[in-house]
C-alpha cells in the first residue's frame, strides 16, 4: 500500500519534463558556474592574474619618486602591471576611459618631506569596475611604502638622537648616517620576514570551490525536490484525490508515509543523479567514507523530505506551499552557506545559520571531504535526524487535525 | 491612452492579490539583500566592523614574540584570545574564532644561520578573513623590525664609538622611534574610487551588493511578474476579449509593458529604500542617472521577458524557464559577487548579459556618481539588447489573440 | 435590412478547411440562432466576425462597415460573449466589469451605472465585491456575459454560453437574452443544444462541416421534414440485421442506432410503428420504450445529414 503511493508519485514526476531540468539541469549548471566563480577562495592557487596597465602621475620628480617608480613599479611588478608615467590630465582621461584601472599620484615635495621627516600622502585612484586589481596596487604600494616610511622613520631618529648627544657623525648634514640605518633596514626587511605554516590538523588538505558548491548544490536541489513532492501531496488534496484514497483501507498514517517514502525516493534518485554527475564529469572528491556519505545524504535526505512534509501541511494551497518553500529554500540556502561562505557573514547571522539543515548538511559534507571519518560527522547526521523527527511530527500532527 | 493605464494599473493589482508573489518578490529580496549585504561594514560607521575573533598561543618567551602579540591586540579590527594549542584547533573548528596563531618557543632564534620567524597559522580552510590578520600581523612584525633593527645599528655605531651611557641613549632613539611611528607613517597611502566632482568615495561593498540584489529581482518581477502575465491573460480567456475589445495590439503591449514596468519601479523603491535607511546603503548623489540606468534596464528586461513569454505556453512553464536564466545570468554578471573574481573567460561571457550593464552603469553611478554620458556604453547596449527581443518576439506572432483551435476534436469535446 | 452581411467567408488551416464558402445575412433587431455540433465550425466563424481571426477569402459587412477596414468601429458596435469564461479569476466581480468596461472607452460615471447595470442582469449585485475565483460556474457564465454588455452593444455574439452550468444559471441567460433582444439588440446565439436555439430564435441557420447546410425561420425548417415523426426506441440489444430490414421498410426515411437509442425518421408513425415492432420481436431484439417525437430541430439536422447532433 504504502509502496503503490510512492510508485505512483514517482510516475508523476517522471512524466514532467519541467520538474527534471529544475531538478537535475539547473543545479549541475549553477554548481559549475558557482565553482568557476570562486575559484581561487578555497584552493591555495592563485588567480590567473592578467597584466593590466596602471598609471603613475609624479608630481615630485625627486629620487625617492624616481625609485619607486623605476626600481618598484616597473621593474619589480612588471609581472603584475604595466605602469606608464603621465602628467594628471593624461592619467585621469585614461582612467576615466578605463584604459588603466589605477591611477598613483606621487605628491609635491615626497622627496623633500620623506628626507625632512614630513608627512605625505600617495594617493591611488580607481576606476570603479576595476576595484580587483586596483586593490591589489593598493596593497603593493602600501607595503613599499610602509617600508619606505619605517627606514626614514629609523633614520631620521637616528640623527635627532645623535644631534640631541652631540654624538660625531660621519658626515657634516647627516646624510651618511641615514643611508647606513635605511640601508641596514632594508636588509632586515628582506631578510627577517614572518613565514606562515599552515598547522598539520589541516596541512595539504583543502577543497576546491566545486567540491564545495556541489555540495551546496546538491542540498539546495535536494530541498527543491521534496518541495516538488510536496506540491503533488498538495495537489492531491486539491483535486480530493487525497480523499479518495483515505476512503480505501489506506489510513492517514499509511498515506503520509507512503508520501513520504515518494519524496524520499524522488530525492534520492536526484541525489544519486548529481552525486555521480559532479563526481565523474567536475571531478569532485566526496571524501572517503563511503558509510558515512550515504548516512549523510540519507539523513538530509530525510530532513529535507520531512521540511517539505511540513510545508505541505502548513499550506493551503500547492501555489501557497510552492511560493513559501521557494522561499524558506533559498533564505536557507544563503544563510546555510550555500552560495557564499558562511565565514564570510557577521556573527550573529553565522549563529542563525545553525537553525538551517543546510548549515548541517553543509558541515558534514565539508568534514568528509577534508577525508574525516564516520565519526566526525555524527553530530551533524544527528542534528539532521532530529531536525527531520520534529518535522516530520509536526507535519503529521497537523494532517491529523485537518 | 486611458487603455494604456487601464490595462497596467490592473495588471499592478492582480499582482497584490497573489500573496506568493507579493512575498517571493518584495520580501524574499529583501532577505537577500540583507543577507548579503551584511558580510560588508556599513559605509557610515566604519567602527561598527565587527571584531575577528583571534586566538593566539604565545609558546615563546622572547619581547618579540611579546610586543607582535601586543600590536595585534591592540588592532581595532582584533578580538584576541590566549589559547592553549588545543583550545585554538577547536575553536577554528567550532567558528568560535577565525583564525589561530601558534608562535613556537623558539620564534626570533637563530638556528644554522636562519633567524626562525615562524608562525603556524590554523584556519578553516574556507577561511576568508584570515589574510587580514595576517596581514596586520606582518605589517606590525615590519615594524618592530625596523625598530630593532635601528636600535642595533645605532648600537653597533655607539660601540664603535666606545661610548658610554649607551643604555640612556638607546632608550632615547627608541622614544623618538615611537614618537614619529605615533604620529602617523611617512607616507601614507590613501585609496579611493576615482568620482565625477572631488569628493572622495571608498569603494561601497553593501551599495554594491544591494544593487546586485535588485537588479537580479528586478528581472525576476518583469519576466514572471510583468510578461507572465500575458500568458495569464492566454490561460484566462482574456487575451482573446482583450483582441475583441476596440483597443489595438500596440495599445495593449504598451500597457502591459507600462504595467511591467511599475511592478518593476515599485520592487526598486522599495529595495533602495529598505537599502538607505535599514541598512544604511549610500545610493550616492546622480540618482537621476541611477534613474534612468535602472528604467533602460527595466525596458531591456522587459524585451527579454516578452521574448521568453513567446517559448511557452503557461506561465507555469515560465516560472521554471526564467528562473534557470536569471539566476546563472545574474551570478555571471556580478549581481551576487564582483565580478572581478571570476575568470576571464566567465567575465567575457557576462557581457552577453545585460544585468552586466545594469550592474556596470550603476557602480558608475551610485558609487562613483558619474553622468549621463560616463554610462553611455551600458545604455545603448542594454537597450538594443531590448528592441532586438522585443523585436524578435512581436515577430514571432506568439502573442495573435487567435483562440486555440480545436481542430477535428467535435465528437469528444463533452458538451 | 440586413444589418450583418456575410459574402462567401472561408477559413481554412492547412488541408482543413474549418469555413466553407459561407455567405447569409441577419437582420437588425434579429435573434439569429447558429446550430451545429462541436467542430462545425461556428466558433471560427464567430471568430472570424470579430475580427480576431482573418478569414482566407471573403467579405463581411456590419451595419455597411467592412470589419476589415473599419476594424475599430466594427468592435465598437459588437459585443462577444466568449465561449470559456474570460474573465480575472483574482480580481472582483466588479473589478472585472470596471476593466472590461474601461476597455470599451467608458469612464467616471457612466462606467458606474453600467457596471451596476450588468450586476444586475447578470443577478450578482450583492457579489460584486467577491472575486471571480469563489464563484460558482453559473455564476461565472452570468459575469462572463455582463462583461460584453458595458457598452450596450448593437449585436451581441453569444459562443455557447450555457456549457457546462446549473438549470438556474441557463434559465437566467436565456430569458436575459430574450429580454436583450426584446429591447432591440441583434443577438448572434451559436449552441449545439437544440432546445436552446429552437426556445429562443427567430431565424436559425444550421451548421455542418464548415458549411451552412439550411437556414431559416423555424417553421421553415421544420417543414424540410413536415409530416415527418421520429421514432424512437430504447433497445437491450442491437442486430445490425434488424436495422437494414427497418430501413428497407416502406414509410422509412432514415434510421440510426446510438448507445440503444433507435431513431427512425418516418413519413406516418401511425402506419409503419407496428410493423417495426414485429420487425424487432422477430429478431428477439427486447424494447425497453417508445417514444413518438413530432419532427424538431434535431429531426431537421437528422434529416439534412443522417447523424444526429451530439454524437
Known amino acids: 500500500m504504502i509502496f503503490n503511493i ?221 518541495l516538488r513532492g510536496a506540491r503533488m501531496m498538495i495537489e492531491e488534496r486539491e483535486t480530493r484525490t487525497l480523499g479518495r484514497v483515505l476512503t480505501t483501507r ?66 493551503k494551497t500547492s501555489e501557497a506551499a510552492d511560493g513559501l518553500g521557494n522561499i524558506l529554500i533559498q533564505v536557507f540556502t544563503v544563510l546555510g552557506g550555500g552560495m557564499i561562505p558562511v565565514q564570510l557573514l557577521p556573527q550573529f547571522m553565522q549563529s542563525l545559520s545553525r537553525l538551517t539543515l543546510n548549515w548541517w548538511a553543509m558541515q558534514g559534507y565539508v568534514d568528509l571531504m577534508f577525508g574525516r571519518d564516520l565519526i566526525t560527522i555524527l553530530p551533524s547526521v544527528g542534528v539532521l535526524l532530529l531536525m527531520g523527527v520534529l518535522f516530520l511530527g509536526v507535519g503529521i500532527t497537523k494532517l491529523r487535525l485537518q | 491612452m486611458n487603455k494604456i493605464i487601464n490595462i497596467a494599473v490592473f495588471d499592478f493589482k492582480k499582482l497584490f492579490r497573489d500573496k506568493v508573489a507579493i512575498l517571493s518578490m518584495i520580501l524574499l529580496p529583501l532577505v537577500f539583500t540583507f543577507i548579503m549585504s551584511s558580510i560588508y561594514p556599513n559605509s557610515k560607521d566604519i567602527q561598527e566592523i565587527p571584531k575577528v575573533g583571534v586566538g593566539v598561543t604565545n609558546l615563546c618567551s622572547s619581547e618579540l614574540a611579546a610586543t607582535l602579540v601586543e600590536e595585534l591586540r591592540a588592532d581595532p579590527s582584533v578580538y584576541l584570545l590566549e589559547l592553549t594549542e588545543q583550545e585554538i584547533l577547536d575553536a577554528v573548528k567550532s567558528s568560535g574564532i577565525e583564525v589561530g596563531f601558534i608562535i613556537p618557543e623558539d620564534f626570533g632564534q637563530e638556528k644554522e644561520d636562519i633567524i626562525n620567524y615562524n608562525i603556524t597559522v590554523v584556519k578553516t580552510p574556507s577561511s576568508s578573513g584570515h589574510s587580514a590578520i595576517v596581514s596586520i600581523l606582518e605589517s606590525s612584525f615590519t615594524e618592530i623590525i625596523a625598530k630593532e633593527g635601528t636600535r642595533g645599528y645605532y648600537k653597533n655605531k655607539l660601540d664603535s664609538l666606545n661610548i658610554t651611557e649607551q643604555n640612556r641613549i638607546l632608550f632615547i632613539l627608541s622614544k623618538k622611534f615611537d614618537e614619529k611611528i605615533n604620529k602617523g607613517s611617512l607616507v601614507t597611502v590613501e585609496s579611493s574610487v576615482y568620482t565625477a566632482g572631488n569628493n572622495i568615495k571608498k569603494f561601497d561593498g553593501r551599495a554594491q551588493s544591494s544593487m546586485g540584489i535588485a537588479v537580479m529581482f528586478v528581472m525576476f518581477i518583469v519576466i514572471i511578474g510583468g510578461m507572465g502575465t500575458i500568458l495569464d491573460d492566454k490561460k484566462n480567456n482574456t487575451w482573446g476579449r482583450l483582441g475583441i475589445s476596440p483597443t489595438s495590439f500596440t495599445q495593449i503591449m504598451a500597457g502591459k509593458i507600462l504595467g511591467t514596468f511599475i511592478k518593476g519601479w515599485t520592487q526598486i523603491i522599495v529595495l533602495i529604500l529598505f537599502g538607505k535607511f535599514v541598512l544604511g546603503v549610500d545610493w550616492g548623489n546622480s540618482l537621476g542617472t541611477s534613474i534612468i540606468v535602472l528604467s533602460i534596464y527595466l525596458l531591456s528586461v522587459t524585451g527579454i521577458g516578452m521574448f521568453l513569454a513567446t517559448l511557452v505556453k503557461t506561465d507555469a512553464q515560465l516560472g521554471p524557464l526564467a528562473t534557470i536564466i536569471i539566476i546563472p545570468t545574474s551570478m555571471l554578471s556580478g549581481c551576487y559577487w564582483p565580478i572581478e573574481i571570476m575568470s576571464e573567460t566567465m567575465q567575457k561571457i557576462a557581457v552577453l548579459f545585460p544585468q552586466y550593464w545594469a550592474m556596470k552603469a550603476l557602480r558608475s553611478t551610485v558609487i562613483a556618481n558619474m553622468s549621463l554620458s560616463d554610462t553611455a556604453i551600458p545604455l545603448i547596449i542594454m537597450g538594443a539588447m531590448g528592441m532586438f527581443f522585443f523585436v524578435l518576439s512581436t515577430m514571432s506572432g506568439a502573442f495573435k489573440h487567435e483562440p486555440k483551435q480545436k481542430r477535428g476534436k467535435g465528437a469528444d469535446v463533452a458538451a | 435590412m440586413s444589418y450583418i452581411q456575410i459574402k462567401s467567408v472561408s477559413k481554412k488551416y492547412g488541408d482543413l478547411t474549418a469555413v466553407d464558402n459561407i455567405s447569409f445575412e441577419i437582420k437588425e433587431g434579429e435573434l439569429f440562432g447558429l446550430l451545429g455540433p462541436n467542430g462545425a465550425g461556428k466558433s471560427t466563424l464567430i471568430s472570424i466576425i470579430t475580427t480576431l481571426i482573418k478569414p482566407s477569402g471573403g467579405q463581411i459587412l456590419v451595419n455597411g462597415l467592412d470589419i476589415k477596414t473599419k476594424q475599430s468601429e466594427v468592435k465598437k458596435i459588437l459585443g462577444l460573449v466568449p465561449q470559456d469564461i474570460a474573465l480575472y479569476p483574482t480580481l472582483t466581480a466588479g473589478e472585472n466589469l470596471a476593466f472590461w468596461g474601461k ?88 449552441s449545439h443544444y437544440m432546445e436552446e436555439i429552437e426556445f429562443l430564435c427567430s431565424y436559425i441557420g444550421i451548421m455542418d462541416h464548415g458549411k451552412i447546410i439550411a437556414m431559416g425561420t423555424k417553421e421553415e425548417l421544420r417543414k424540410l421534414v413536415s409530416n415527418k415523426d421520429v421514432i424512437k426506441i430504447k433497445l437491450t440489444n442491437e442486430n445490425d440485421a434488424v436495422f437494414n430490414t427497418i430501413k428497407k421498410l416502406d414509410n422509412v426515411d432514415n434510421i440510426t442506432f446510438i448507445d440503444g437509442d433507435l431513431s427512425i425518421n418516418t413519413g406516418n408513425a401511425d402506419t409503419v410503428l407496428a410493423k417495426i415492432i414485429s420487425t424487432l420481436e422477430n429478431a428477439k431484439c427486447k424494447i425497453q420504450t417508445i417514444n413518438i417525437e413530432q419532427s424538431n430541430l434535431e429531426s431537421v439536422f437528422l434529416h439534412l445529414t443522417g447523424r444526429a447532433l451530439r454524437d
Open chain 1, 6 to 226: 510512492a510508485l505512483k508519485d514517482l510516475k508523476v514526476i517522471a512524466r514532467d519534463k519541467k520538474a527534471l531540468i529544475l531538478l537535475l539541469i539547473m543545479p549541475i549548471v549553477i554548481t559549475f558556474i558557482l565553482g568557476a566563480a570562486f575559484g581561487s577562495s578555497f584552493s591555495k592557487r592563485g588567480l590567473d592574474i592578467t597584466v593590466f596597465p596602471v598609471a603613475v602621475v609624479d608630481k615630485d620628480g625627486g629620487d625617492q619618486a624616481k625609485a619607486f617608480i623605476e626600481d618598484f613599479l616597473v621593474k619589480d611588478l612588471s609581472s603584475l602591471f604595466t605602469t606608464q608615467i603621465a602628467t594628471e590630465e593624461e592619467a585621469f582621461n585614461l582612467l576615466n576611459s578605463e584604459k588603466v584601472s589605477t591611477v598613483i599620484v606621487i605628491p609635491e615635495n615626497f622627496t623633500d618631506n620623506i628626507n625632512n621627516g614630513e608627512n605625505s600622502i600617495i594617493e591611488i585612484k580607481s576606476h570603479i569596475n576595476q576595484q580587483f586589481n586596483s586593490n591589489l596596487v593598493s596593497s603593493v604600494v602600501n607595503g613599499y611604502m610602509q617600508k619606505l616610511s619605517l627606514g626614514n622613520t629609523g633614520a631620521n631618529a637616528a640623527i635627532e638622537t645623535s644631534q640631541e648627544y652631540n654624538l660625531p657623525l660621519n658626515s657634516e648634514d647627516g646624510t651618511f648616517e641615514a643611508q647606513g640605518v635605511i640601508q641596514e633596514l632594508q636588509i632586515r626587511f628582506n631578510t627577517d620576514t614572518l613565514a606562515f605554516t599552515e598547522s598539520n590538523q589541516e596541512k595539504n588538505k583543502s577543497i576546491s570551490s566545486i567540491q564545495y558548491y556541489s555540495a551546496a548544490m546538491l542540498i539546495m536541489f535536494l530541498l527543491f525536490g521534496a
Open chain 1, 250 to 315: 489506506a489510513n492517514i498514517a499509511t498515506m503520509v508515509l507512503g508520501k513520504f517514502l515518494g519524496f524520499f525516493i524522488i530525492c534520492t534518485c536526484q541525489a544519486l543523479v548529481l552525486i555521480l554527475f559532479a563526481r565523474f564529469v567536475y571531478g569532485v572528491y566526496w571524501g572517503s567514507s563511503i558509510l558515512g556519505f550515504t548516512l549523510l545524504t540519507l539523513s538530509t535526505i530525510f530532513a529535507g523530505s520531512a521540511f517539505a512534509m511540513f510545508l505541505s501541511s502548513i499550506s
Open chain 3, 103 to 190: 476597455m470599451y472607452g467608458l469612464g467616471g460615471r457612466l462606467l458606474k451605472e453600467r457596471v451596476k447595470e450588468a450586476l444586475e442582469i447578470a443577478g450578482l449585485s450583492d457579489r460584486a465585491k467577491n472575486r471571480i475565483d469563489s464563484f460558482s460556474g453559473g455564476m461565472k457564465r452570468r459575469i462572463n456575459i455582463a462583461a460584453a454588455l458595458l457598452h450596450k452593444p448593437k449585436v451581441l455574439i453569444m459562443d455557447e454560453p450555457t456549457v457546462g452550468i446549473d438549470p438556474q444559471s441557463r434559465n437566467h441567460i436565456l430569458e436575459t437574452v430574450q429580454k436583450l433582444n426584446k429591447e432591440g439588440m441583434t443577438v448572434i446565439y451559436t
